[in-house]
């Protein structure tokens, strides 16, 4: 019942208008078979080239795999399991243990996820049900310009402002998992609140005015209708936000001080430094030699990385696909 | 409500002409990606042929170009000598970057320099990576350098023995006091791995020159990227440790800590002077490889910087020159 309440999408509106246009009478049936012709010819070309991007989109993405397994699985072959999750990375001496980059990667993905979502949510809902539209539009650009600075130039406001802050608190040293957190959630809150917006904004009308005829609050209806209709939305913002954080690399290598090492877990392992995995590969990418066992390794890494992420992606499309398949209203 | 309502329909518009930019540069970044994975194709095939272009470059030709690259050490000098040489040798240019010993040295085995900066010597693995390679390196001593142990200017230590520089990078002394100084915990600095600085100080500090020993950099010992990440980090951070090359450091800044061999025995500042002499433990050579003995432009670059010209650069930049050009 949603996809009828939606306002039209773009290929509705197109065709409504292309059938407005060669609708007259007064065109003879010769002229408006040219028109159909011409408009199948560029049609078919337009449809190919869509469907070239969208099948190179595939090529690449095999691509990519295959040569990310072609390069990383020596990793996983020549070096025993136990060696690889051991405690201590220090490549130059042969000492491949991954196990504290994916503790240091989890540790920050996880501060960036804590802050961020409450902040990204709680943005989305304010810009997407209470603001009124001038604030709205002075807002959004703002979001927008977020979105738009480079990350490279957010590590070096967190390595120059942030970390001070930081170890004024108490930490020993600014460059903590949590600097890294903190840049990172703020590189991710542009996916969170636009996707979370797009969630809510599909949300039906009717929804929000039932809800208000049944004498519900503003608060009770976002919170117990709006919400719960957007949530397969909200679900993929939150994922997408963390694909961000656990991609980037360049800020969190300026800012995480980049020790290969396993805090103790709790709150204070977010105080500590640690390594990230893609920290270590683009620091220590240029070093080796190509086709070394350290090269491997590093490409192994790649995989994990990808794994994870697609683990994430896949989980967040189980989550949403669940709940009516791309009907961003959901059901209640 | 119906407000609401308008304002709904007016923002679908826009946010439905986002699609085909979104798409754009979704078409964009794969197009790119695709440029990315040619020009690393060629960058393979190039690797591969890299010692004809560079017999042809030292050939007679218009524009010859020399291809410097690796420590970061090194940088700062070879930069130096690539433009001075330019007025004296107008016809070569030389193209230096840095990114560590570790990365010159890996792009001296895949081929693609013609001269590899490093301030270690070359390991064993990496001359056997070499030579199946088809490359015989050839190493040239081109200036020395002191270590310098750098701390927060208002840290009260005054002096550290080998032993407490090793105990301390460790991680089995984790508290100032321990060394005499305030009690507060210690913040380990370093350079990361592939610079041949964290080598140096890994075989001469770390493991006090002893072959045998395995020790390694405690774990929570940050990795910084750069020496300017070094000093900058223990510009603000009482608490820090770290080293660098002797011409990279500020004393207005930066306190040097006088290191001694031994319990004992005198604490010695690094200067030109006690590196020299040896006094000072932790001073070690600086090195150029070379594919193969150097021939033609190369050749004359590398005398050209051991003569006196070019070891007068280096006391310039503050490290030490060759003792033969004294």
């Known amino acids: 019942m949603n996809e009828h309440n939606r306002p039209h999408t773009s290929t509705e509106g197109t065709s409504m208008k292309t059938r407005e246009a060669s609708g007259p009478s007064k065109m003879t049936a010769r002229s408006l078979w040219e028109n159909l012709k011409d408009q199948s010819a560029s049609e078919l070309i337009i449809e190919n080239l869509i469907r070239l991007s969208g099948i190179s989109v595939i090529v690449v993405v095999t691509l990519i795999f295959f040569f990310l397994l072609r390069e990383g699985s020596a990793a996983f072959l020549d070096i025993p399991l136990r060696q690889l999750f051991g405690s201590r990375w220090y490549p130059i001496e042969g000492l491949f243990g991954l196990w504290p980059l994916m503790v240091g990667s989890f540790w920050v993905t996880i501060g960036a996820v804590v802050i961020a979502v409450p902040l990204g949510l709680t943005t989305a809902i304010y810009l997407g049900e209470i603001a009124p539209l001038w604030q709205r539009e002075i807002l959004k650009p703002f979001i927008e310009v977020l979105a738009g600075i480079p990350s490279i130039v957010l590590g070096f406001l967190g390595w120059v402002a942030l970390a001070p802050i930081i170890q004024n608190l108490g930490a020993p040293s600014g460059l903590t998992a949590f600097t890294g957190s903190f840049i990172l959630a703020y590189m991710s809150l542009p996916t969170i609140i636009s996707i979370t917006e797009d969630a809510l904004y599909a949300v039906p009308k009717e929804y929000r005015d039932g809800s208000l005829a049944l004498g519900a609050t503003q608060w009770q209806t976002i919170w117990r209708v709006v919400l719960p209709a957007a949530r397969s939305g909200i679900v993929m913002a939150i994922m997408l936000g963390i694909g961000r954080a656990i991609g980037e690399t360049m800020a969190v290598m300026l800012v995480t001080g980049n020790a290969a090492n396993i805090p103790e877990f709790g709150f204070g392992a977010l105080f500590q430094p640690i390594r990230t995995m893609t920290a270590t590969i683009a620091a220590e990418m240029g070093e080796v030699a190509q086709g070394s066992l350290h090269y491997n390794v590093l490409f192994g890494i790649g995989i994990v990385l990808f794994v994870v992420t697609s683990g994430i992606n896949l989980l967040a499309t189980r989550l949403v696909g669940g709940r009516g398949k791309r009907r961003p209203g959901g059901r209640l | ?326």
């Not at chain 2, 329909?9 to 990606?33: C, D, H, I, M």
């Not at chain 2, 695709?34 to 524009?63: F, H, Q, V, W």
């Not at chain 2, 085995?109 to 070359?122: E, F, P, Q």
């Open chain 2, 1 to 326: 409500m119906n407000n609401g309502n308008l304002e709904l329909t007016e923002r679908r518009y826009p946010a439905s002409r986002q699609n085909p930019s979104t798409n754009k540069r979704l078409v964009g970044a794969v197009l790119s990606f695709i440029l990315l994975l040619s020009l690393s194709l060629m960058g393979c095939a190039r690797t591969n042929t890299a010692d004809s272009g560079s017999d042809s470059a030292s050939g007679s030709g218009e524009k010859r170009a020399i291809q410097n690259k690796g420590s970061d050490t090194l940088v700062n000098i070879a930069l130096a000598w690539a433009e001075t040489y330019r007025q004296i040798e107008p016809d070569v240019s030389i193209a230096v970057t840095g990114g560590g010993s570790g990365t010159g040295i890996a792009a001296l085995i895949n081929g693609t320099v013609d001269i590899a900066n490093a301030s270690r010597a070359m390991k064993e693995k990496e001359i056997t990576a070499a030579q199946e390679n088809g490359i015989e390196p050839f190493e040239i001593v081109v200036a020395i350098d002191a270590l310098a142990v750098i701390v927060h200017p208002d840290n009260p230590v005054e002096g550290l023995t080998l032993q407490q520089l090793a105990d301390l990078y460790t991680g089995r002394i984790t508290n100032w006091k321990d060394v005499g100084g305030s009690d507060a915990p210690v913040v380990l600095l370093s350079r990361e791995t592939n610079s041949g600085t964290h080598v140096y100080f890994l075989e001469e500090a770390v493991r006090l020159g002893d072959s045998e020993n395995k020790d390694i950099f405690a774990p929570q010992t940050l990795l910084m990227p750069s020496s300017v990440g070094i000093t900058s980090e223990l510009r603000r951070n009482p608490n820090a440790i770290g080293y660098d090359g002797l011409g990279y450091v500020d004393p207005e800044h930066e306190k040097i800590i006088p290191i001694s061999r031994e319990d004992g025995m005198p604490y010695v500042q690094p200067s030109v002077e006690t590196a020299l002499d040896g006094r000072y433990p932790l001073a070690r050579n600086l090195f150029m490889y070379t594919a193969g003995e150097p021939t033609g432009d190369v050749a004359a670059y590398l005398d050209w910087i051991k003569s006196a010209a070019g070891q007068e650069i280096v006391s310039r930049l503050g490290f030490v020159p060759l003792e033969s050009n004294e």
